[in-house]
């Protein structure tokens, strides 16, 4: 049983546990090392919100029983800490995280790094998001097996497999490597089925997450300007099929939602003052919603939620759903709902049917304004389209100011592994570049209509003439009324205790990088700079495969060295400029506060 601490006594709810028999094994391993890898993405979204690793404690909490001891690092926060975590527990098993394509390089290299700490014989299993749709991406001699989907159950099997047998030969769901050292697919093909389920006995079956093996990082969680969040999964998966993202097909096309039951006790035992939802469709379920919000009300659990919806789920196209809806979502604004993320997508219907997004302008527009009329903060996620010239850009702008988007979120274009937008973007030949790195919504894979200078500048134009802090080219407050709404809030969040004036000035420098041009700019001449180095040296290796130009190799070796070596200097060079205009963009915060109402701090 888990008492809520805000609820009166005789009030206590159960929370449903992994399954009993379960916990009645035995270990078969000592120690147990997860490790969070450090953030692929150059910028964007992760520049605002750094959150705890929930999928990889749920990970974690599913194999407690079957190690003495279970330990997660967070190399986001610590850097290399887990060397030293290794060398107090060595470890039997390792698992690592591989969530984003972006991801992709920095996993290689801590693979390998972690390869050569822990020697030839323990198993390194990698799994994620990203990495379950492409594998092939870590296929290599460091690595021993490679999850497909959420890693709760393959994990498990991995571990009581290796624990008993030193063998995963039979383990469902994975790939591995065999004594020849090619990989075996253990795996079905993707089916993509349409099975959603509310009040799932698989979800509410799910073990609890160690939060407790990241309290050490803690210090270094947050959400926008609010410290030490915590973050909480209801749903996977999603009911929706747009065509840029792989979510539906890393779920298979399921959407499974658990009982409010367990949201409600879960909610009430954190001590944080603000919330994430990390699922990609909350509130779907309205009924469960409508259960969620009534049990947080009658119990007084006091605080604020961020979650992701779609404005369709608040704007259906019913006039007898939408009043439903609504009359839901302004109970759980009434229970703490304090921000929404969006899936805008685009205020252009070819745009959102081009991304097969099945909701219409009009429902993003009348979603935003019934949302603000019942004090519910907008985080609106827009795609950048690489076709756009100077004029979209503007409309773009001018949109965000009429509808007083709060948090305007502005990503490229990026046709992700896993989506049909890649594949047909690989049918059409249109991606410039197969390299993970490069896909981080930072970088367009795709040819831009805009020289790539001037499209960098109008993105950094978007964040600086949008949202609460948007400003006038002479540096005025352009939307005094948003600006004066945010100064309250935080006023309000810092006397409520959900934040300090150190984390609004550590969100602030955050921000200013975000908006500055310069750096990125800076950022795109260092990163072509690397992508030329590669390509010099792959293509001198192509030629080195084939006899007949050993000689031209051993002839254009030294002008490849050359080049590398003035790489090196350059990038060198390009590195410290970049260094220099991040700590100017930061020095810069003053032109984030509002004329007249600071913000705290």
Same mark, same amino acid.
């Given at each position: 049983?888990?008492?809520?601490?805000?609820?009166?006594?005789?009030?206590?709810?159960?929370?449903?546990? =992994?399954?009993?028999?379960?916990?009645?094994?035995?270990?078969?391993?000592?120690?147990?090392?997860?490790?969070?890898?450090?953030?692929?993405?150059?910028?964007?979204? /992760?520049?605002?919100?750094?959150?705890?690793?929930?999928?990889?404690?749920?990970?974690?909490?599913?194999?407690?029983?079957?190690?003495?001891?279970?330990?997660?690092?967070?190399?986001?926060?610590?850097?290399?800490?887990?060397?030293?975590?290794?060398?107090?527990?060595?470890?039997?098993?390792?698992?690592?995280?591989? /969530?984003?394509?972006?991801?992709?390089?920095?996993?290689?290299?801590?693979?390998?790094?972690?390869?050569?700490?822990?020697?030839?014989?323990?198993?390194?299993?990698?799994?994620?998001?990203?990495?379950?749709?492409?594998?092939?991406?870590?296929?290599?001699?460091?690595?021993?097996?490679?999850?497909?989907?959420?890693?709760?159950?393959?994990?498990?099997? =991995?571990?009581?497999?290796?624990?008993?047998?030193?063998?995963?030969?039979?383990?469902?769901?994975?790939?591995?490597?065999?004594?020849?050292?090619?990989?075996?697919?253990?795996?079905?093909?993707?089916?993509?089925?349409?099975?959603?389920?509310?009040?799932?006995?698989?979800?509410?079956?799910?073990?609890?997450?160690?939060?407790?093996?990241?309290?050490?990082?803690?210090?270094?969680?947050?959400?926008?300007?609010?410290?030490?969040?915590?973050?909480?999964?209801?749903?996977?998966?999603?009911?929706?099929?747009?065509?840029?993202?792989?979510?539906?097909?890393?779920?298979?096309?399921?959407?499974?939602?658990?009982?409010?039951?367990?949201?409600?006790?879960?909610?009430?035992?954190?001590?944080?003052?603000?919330?994430?939802?990390?699922?990609?469709?909350?509130?779907?379920?309205?009924?469960?919603?409508?259960?969620?919000?009534?049990?947080?009300?009658?119990?007084?659990?006091?605080?604020?939620?961020?979650? /992701?919806?779609?404005?369709?789920?608040?704007?259906?196209?019913?006039?007898?759903?939408?009043?439903?809806? /609504?009359?839901?979502?302004?109970?759980?604004?009434?229970?703490?709902?304090?921000?929404?993320?969006?899936?805008?997508?685009?205020?252009?219907?070819?745009?959102?049917?081009?991304?097969?997004?099945?909701?219409?302008?009009?429902?993003?527009?009348?979603?935003?304004?019934?949302?603000?009329?019942?004090?519910?903060?907008?985080?609106?996620?827009?795609?950048?389209?690489?076709?756009?010239?100077?004029?979209?850009?503007?409309?773009?702008?001018?949109?965000?100011?009429?509808?007083?988007?709060?948090?305007?979120?502005?990503?490229?274009?990026?046709?992700?592994?896993?989506?049909?937008?890649?594949?047909?973007?690989?049918?059409?030949?249109?991606?410039?570049?197969?390299?993970?790195?490069?896909?981080?919504?930072?970088?367009?894979?795709?040819?831009?209509?805009?020289?790539?200078?001037?499209?960098?500048?109008?993105?950094?134009?978007?964040?600086?003439?949008?949202?609460?802090?948007?400003?006038?080219?002479?540096?005025?407050?352009?939307?005094?009324?948003?600006?004066?709404?945010?100064?309250?809030?935080?006023?309000?969040?810092?006397?409520?205790?959900?934040?300090?004036?150190?984390?609004?000035?550590?969100?602030?420098?955050?921000?200013?990088?975000?908006?500055?041009?310069?750096?990125?700019?800076?950022?795109?001449?260092?990163?072509?700079?690397?992508?030329?180095?590669?390509?010099?040296?792959?293509?001198?290796?192509?030629?080195?495969?084939?006899?007949?130009?050993?000689?031209?190799?051993?002839?254009?070796?030294?002008?490849?060295?050359?080049?590398?070596?003035?790489?090196?200097?350059?990038?060198?060079?390009?590195?410290?400029?970049?260094?220099?205009?991040?700590?100017?963009?930061?020095?810069?915060?003053?032109?984030?506060?509002?004329?007249?109402?600071?913000?705290?701090?």
């Amino acid at each position: 049983m888990v008492t809520p601490k805000s609820a009166a006594a005789g009030s206590a709810l159960s929370l449903p546990v =992994i399954q009993t028999r379960e916990l009645n094994e035995k270990p078969c391993v000592d120690n147990i090392l997860l490790i969070v890898p450090q953030n692929g993405y150059y910028t964007g979204f /992760q520049g605002l919100v750094q959150t705890e690793p929930l999928g990889i404690e749920y990970v974690a909490g599913a194999v407690s029983h079957l190690a003495k001891n279970v330990q997660i690092h967070d190399d986001r926060v610590r850097p290399g800490g887990w060397r030293d975590k290794a060398a107090k527990h060595p470890p039997d098993i390792v698992g690592i995280g591989c /969530q984003y394509t972006a991801d992709v390089p920095v996993v290689k290299r801590l693979v390998r790094e972690v390869r050569e700490l822990v020697g030839p014989d323990v198993p390194i299993i990698i799994g994620g998001h990203h990495i379950g749709l492409r594998p092939s991406d870590v296929y290599a001699p460091e690595v021993t097996a490679i999850v497909r989907g959420p890693g709760e159950i393959p994990f498990q099997n =991995i571990v009581r497999a290796w624990g008993t047998k030193r063998s995963l030969a039979g383990v469902r769901d994975i790939w591995y490597r065999d004594a020849d050292g090619g990989y075996v697919a253990n795996v079905d093909p993707i089916k993509i089925s349409p099975h959603f389920q509310y009040k799932s006995a698989r979800m509410d079956e799910r073990p609890a997450p160690r939060r407790d093996l990241v309290e050490e990082f803690r210090d270094d969680y947050f959400f926008l300007f609010y410290p030490k969040v915590y973050s909480i999964e209801t749903a996977r998966g999603c009911r929706f099929r747009c065509s840029f993202c792989s979510v539906w097909n890393h779920h298979q096309g399921e959407y499974l939602v658990e009982s409010p039951n367990r949201t409600v006790a879960e909610v009430a035992s954190l001590p944080s003052g603000y919330v994430n939802f990390v699922d990609d469709l909350a509130f779907s379920d309205i009924e469960g919603a409508d259960e969620l919000a009534s049990e947080l009300l009658r119990l007084g659990v006091k605080k604020r939620y961020w979650a /992701q919806i779609r404005a369709d789920n608040v704007w259906p196209k019913s006039a007898e759903k939408r009043k439903r809806h /609504q009359a839901v979502f302004e109970k759980l604004a009434e229970a703490g709902l304090d921000m929404v993320l969006m899936g805008l997508e685009s205020f252009d219907p070819a745009e959102l049917k081009r991304v097969n997004k099945g909701s219409t302008v009009e429902q993003n527009v009348r979603a935003i304004e019934f949302l603000r009329s019942i004090g519910v903060k907008i985080w609106g996620a827009q795609i950048v389209f690489p076709e756009w010239d100077v004029a979209d850009f503007d409309k773009t702008i001018e949109v965000n100011r009429r509808l007083g988007i709060e948090v305007p979120q502005f990503t490229i274009l990026t046709p992700l592994p896993g989506t049909p937008d890649y594949e047909r973007a690989l049918e059409q030949g249109t991606l410039l570049t197969l390299e993970p790195g490069m896909y981080d919504f930072f970088h367009s894979v795709f040819k831009t209509k805009l020289p790539l200078p001037r499209f960098y500048t109008e993105i950094s134009r978007l964040y600086k003439e949008t949202g609460t802090w948007a400003v006038n080219a002479d540096g005025s407050v352009a939307h005094e009324e948003l600006a004066t709404r945010a100064a309250r809030s935080i006023f309000r969040d810092i006397k409520e205790g959900r934040t300090v004036p150190a984390a609004v000035r550590a969100f602030k420098d955050r921000f200013e990088v975000l908006r500055n041009e310069q750096v990125h700019l800076a950022r795109l001449a260092q990163t072509a700079l690397n992508q030329v180095g590669a390509q010099a040296l792959d293509q001198l290796n192509e030629l080195g495969a084939v006899k007949e130009l050993a000689a031209l190799k051993e002839q254009v070796g030294g002008k490849v060295a050359e080049i590398a070596a003035l790489k090196e200097q350059v990038g060198g060079r390009v590195a410290e400029k970049v260094d220099e205009l991040t700590s100017r963009a930061r020095r810069a915060g003053k032109a984030l506060q509002p004329d007249k109402r600071p913000i705290p701090g």
